[in-house]
């Protein structure tokens, strides 16, 4: 085998279910990166909408998608997850091939807000369905197998996309759409071939704990998504407050940015199963997140320094608050699987997933704006706030994760190791 060839096995989960399902990830993120890098000028461009009508319309469908996690969640429970999976991923195609159709925003607000409760209800049952298929083994390792085809994904689809954003014509922003739809049909037939996990039967009533709470009622629970979610706002940082930084701030070249971006990305891809090893207990997960807040608080401390940098020196600081900023966005992925699998009723994942996704996602929604200002307006006292918001919800991670688990065990909900 040549070196190459063992290179990319070492990013791939071992053959069989795990190994499909993350390469119906990559096939799904190639079609996002076609069709999302250039979604903006595809939306003013072509539809002809205002920016401001993108942005309002992207913001109500994000808000609205949370909304159908949990229920979600219920079906894939009752009726098998990677059934409720598949529907969500012809929906998703459907709609997506909606867009060519749309002449106006009020097409467009549909449209969006279609695709955003279908892929709001896709990630619990997809995370419920690889919890599955790994028959409780290898869950944190496989996760971050799948954020890495996730990331390669993305990067292909994006490089892919160059050639109709040269073009800058419908013709091209069409085949982008419909590249989208067309990965979105391949996932189909490869998720169709795995195996049907049905429904987990219940435990019998003289094993069902008395006073089991469901997965909105249990407070802990929500509020480590909540944790989990603030500490995601670091890709917030990295999409929007770095460029507003270093085009309002630094001496730094805007191309910079490109570059920046692309070594958080390969940092990543190389380093994400790294980063999640010993995330596969609640304890080591919560370590993790406290480990990704001081991360990011060192992100944001060293990329405060860069304002007053020439513009060489103001790149290679930079490059190091990425990597830091990388780190903690790896460290933070690997927390939040470790502790939502760890803690969710394996009866009820689907339910306990998709009420991570909704304390998360909502914890997360007002993060552009967040860093917007801090970013903007804050200067280096704003850097300094942010990352110190990061370190509180990283240190106080731990010790409610500690009650959480303890809190699982007495409900009969056995807080088992994730991972082999």
Do not use: K
Not at 1 to 25: F, I, K
Not at 98 to 118: E, K, M, P, R, S
Not at 321 to 349: C, F, K, M, N
């Amino acid at each position: 085998m040549s070196s190459t060839s063992t290179g990319v096995a070492a990013l791939l989960p071992p053959r069989g279910p795990m190994r499909a399902y993350a390469l119906s990830t990559l096939v799904d993120w190639i079609g996002n990166g076609l069709f999302h890098t250039g979604a903006a000028l595809f939306f003013t461009r072509v539809v002809g909408l205002a920016a401001t009508q993108v942005g309002l319309g992207l913001t109500i469908a994000a808000l609205l998608g949370p909304a159908v996690a949990v229920p979600a969640g219920r079906l894939g429970d009752r009726f098998g997850h990677r059934r409720v999976y598949l529907a969500t991923v012809a929906v998703r195609a459907v709609a997506f091939a909606g867009y060519l159709l749309v002449d106006g925003f009020a097409g467009f607000l549909a449209v969006v807000c279609v695709i955003a409760l279908a892929e709001s209800a896709s990630r619990p049952v997809r995370g419920a369905y690889l919890a599955r298929i790994a028959d409780d083994s290898a869950l944190v390792a496989a996760s971050a197998y799948t954020r890495v085809m996730l990331n390669i994904g993305f990067s292909l689809g994006s490089l892919g996309a160059g050639a109709a954003l040269a073009v800058d014509s419908r013709t091209g922003y069409a085949v982008l759409v419909l590249g989208n739809c067309a990965s979105y049909a391949i996932v189909a037939a490869v998720v169709a071939r795995m195996p049907d996990d049905g429904p987990r039967p219940a435990p019998a009533a003289a094993e069902r704990p008395a006073h089991r709470l469901g997965a909105l009622r249990d407070r802990r629970f929500l509020a480590l998504a909540a944790l989990s979610g603030l500490l995601y706002i670091n890709a917030d940082v990295l999409n929007l407050g770095l460029p507003l930084w270093i085009s309002s701030r630094t001496h730094a070249p805007t191309w910079s940015v490109a570059v920046l971006m692309l070594l958080n990305t390969a940092l990543a891809i190389l380093l994400q199963v790294r980063a999640a090893r010993g995330s596969d207990t609640v304890a080591g997960a919560a370590v993790a997140g406290r480990r990704a807040g001081w991360a990011l608080l060192a992100a944001c401390a060293v990329t405060a320094t860069t304002a007053a940098l020439p513009p060489v020196a103001a790149v290679l600081v930079l490059a190091v608050g990425v990597a830091l900023l990388t780190a903690g966005e790896l460290l933070s992925s690997a927390s939040g699987w470790g502790i939502s699998y760890g803690l969710a009723d394996p009866h009820r994942q689907g339910e306990f997933l998709g009420a991570w996704s909704l304390g998360s996602d909502l914890a997360r929604a007002g993060g552009p704006l967040l860093v917007a200002a801090l970013v903007t307006h804050g200067g280096v006292s704003g850097w300094l706030l942010l990352g110190t918001l990061f370190l509180a919800a990283g240190t106080v991670t731990g010790p409610l994760a500690a009650r959480a688990e303890r809190a699982a065990v007495d409900h009969g909900r056995a807080a088992a190791p994730v991972s082999g």
